[in-house]
């Protein structure tokens, strides 16, 4: 987050906790101002010139004029703006589908977001986070302006609070994750109670990763709902399948609450396990941002006969990885790197923290990344191409996100590897940091998808396929 940018926000946050002190505590007082007007016209009057005539003279008139005006006290115009600022970023319209601000539940009230000074720079880093739906980026264009499903769709796509999508609720309402973070073995949707009407919904609130009271600075308790369950549900088989690469991830201290919804609702295991694949890609889609999943390197499709490795140093390093690298000093912008308007990587916020143990050279770890990533770029283009030459299979960005020539829904899949192929691509597409959460697996997936695409055997030919970035990306990989 750009704190330049953020500033003013962090100054209307401050006035927001304070205001409110700051009247009650003076006593009423009023100001007399004293404003001064020069006013010019003209004067017209008759005068007699040496007796014997007369003359019509125009003269111009000054005058001073003063006027005292008694005002109110300055702070209740202060106030007002505050009050204004507040609710139109703490109210969202129930008649919208749209997010004007965010809800407050009885059950907190304000200590549910506010717990002294110290959360001013907190609370507007979380404005310009995805977790807080870009919240105040939009309102610092256009006050009166709402999140939209295309700023936030995690928050806006859909109504989550309603029983047609309580599969959701665990990650795309406060309520839910709350009660899932606080106890999973007993977590029952059916008991999540929204004090939301009409279209409210919810963003990813304070008190949903933090307990209330115990938010107080500087050392905020957090839920904590132990080693992560990762709710697999496509097929339910799936964890069975995959108990023990899950078992061997561990605790992970406060990242148990990111790996809860950032490691996707299926894998490549639920493609493996299918009895029947003639249907649309939405059967079997990871879900989206699924970092967890490469970080511990078990959600891709993998192929017979090849071995993958597992979790990486990014992984294992530090009790908590997540917040290693998206929460340096605390920071709740979630941001790991900065990127320009060419998105090019210009700097990595936990390198002091976190990367420079390992990484001496600042600018060359942000040169390799930027390398890296435009190669993992180029691989998943050339993943895509081969689709669309080889087997008329068009991905585009909305769901079911697979297509033939006609734009129509493609369900004719010829085998499981193929299906598994556009799995890897989509499930990559919709997780942009893979070549860095874990290099080594990431690379090896791509490479056997390649290797199977570009002539249905595996048959370590994807350096006569791909070139450039992309070719600069694998070699070295099998």
Not at 204 to 213: E, I, S
Not at 303 to 321: L, N
């Amino acid at each position: 987050m750009d704190v330049g940018k953020a500033f003013p926000w962090i100054l209307l946050v401050l006035v927001v906790i304070i205001a409110g002190a700051v009247v009650a505590t003076q006593k009423p007082q009023e100001i007399t101002v004293t404003q001064t007007k020069t006013v010019t016209q003209p004067v017209t009057t008759t005068q007699t010139v040496e007796k014997t005539a007369t003359a019509t003279v125009t003269q111009t008139l000054t005058q001073t004029l003063t006027q005292t005006v008694t005002l109110g006290r300055p702070e209740e115009e202060v106030l007002g703006e505050v009050i204004r600022f507040a609710l139109l970023t703490h109210q969202d319209n129930p008649n919208t589908p749209e997010v004007e601000g965010i809800n407050v539940i009885p059950a907190y009230g304000c200590v549910g977001c506010h717990f002294g000074k110290g959360s001013a720079p907190i609370l507007a880093q979380w404005g310009f986070s995805g977790h807080g739906g870009y919240l105040l980026e939009i309102k610092e264009k256009n006050l009166t302006a709402a999140i939209t499903s295309s700023d936030a769709a995690g928050w806006v796509y859909y109504d989550f609070k309603a029983t047609a999508r309580a599969a959701c609720q665990v990650c795309h309402t406060s309520t839910g994750f709350k009660n899932f973070a606080d106890n999973p073995s007993a977590y029952n949707p059916a008991n999540n109670t929204f004090y939301l009407i009409g279209q409210q919904k919810e963003l990813l609130y304070c008190w949903a990763c933090h307990k209330v009271p115990g938010l107080e600075a500087p050392t905020p308790e957090l839920r904590n709902p132990g080693q992560t369950p990762f709710t697999y549900v496509f097929p339910a088989n799936q964890v069975a399948q995959l108990k023990p690469i899950i078992d061997s991830i561990g605790d992970k201290g406060a990242s148990n609450l990111c790996l809860t919804c950032h490691s996707g609702r299926s894998t490549g295991v639920g493609i493996k396990l299918a009895t029947n694949i003639t249907t649309s890609f939405g059967t079997f889609n990871s879900h989206y941002l699924v970092a967890g999943g490469t970080l511990f390197g078990f959600i891709a499709y993998e192929y017979e006969g090849r071995t993958y490795s597992r979790q990486t140093i990014h992984g294992t390093f530090t009790d908590s990885p997540c917040t290693a690298c998206h929460m340096p000093n605390k920071s709740h912008t979630f941001e790991a790197v900065i990127t320009n308007a060419t998105g090019a990587i210009t700097d990595i916020t936990a390198y002091e923290t976190t990367c420079k143990s390992c990484h001496g050279d600042k600018q060359a770890l942000i040169n390799l990344v930027n390398q890296r990533k435009i190669g993992y770029e180029e691989s998943l283009k050339a993943i895509q191409k081969l689709l669309e030459e080889k087997y008329g299979i068009y991905w585009k960005p909305s769901y079911p996100y697979f297509y033939d020539a006609q734009n129509r829904t493609f369900t004719a899949w010829p085998n499981k590897d193929v299906l598994g192929a556009a799995f890897n691509l989509n499930m990559f597409l919709h997780e942009p940091g893979a070549y860095i959460h874990n290099p080594r697996y990431t690379k090896q997936v791509i490479y056997d998808t390649i290797d199977y695409l570009d002539d249905g055997q595996l048959n370590k030919s994807v350096l006569n396929t791909v070139s450039g970035a992309a070719a600069d990306f694998l070699r070295g990989v099998r």
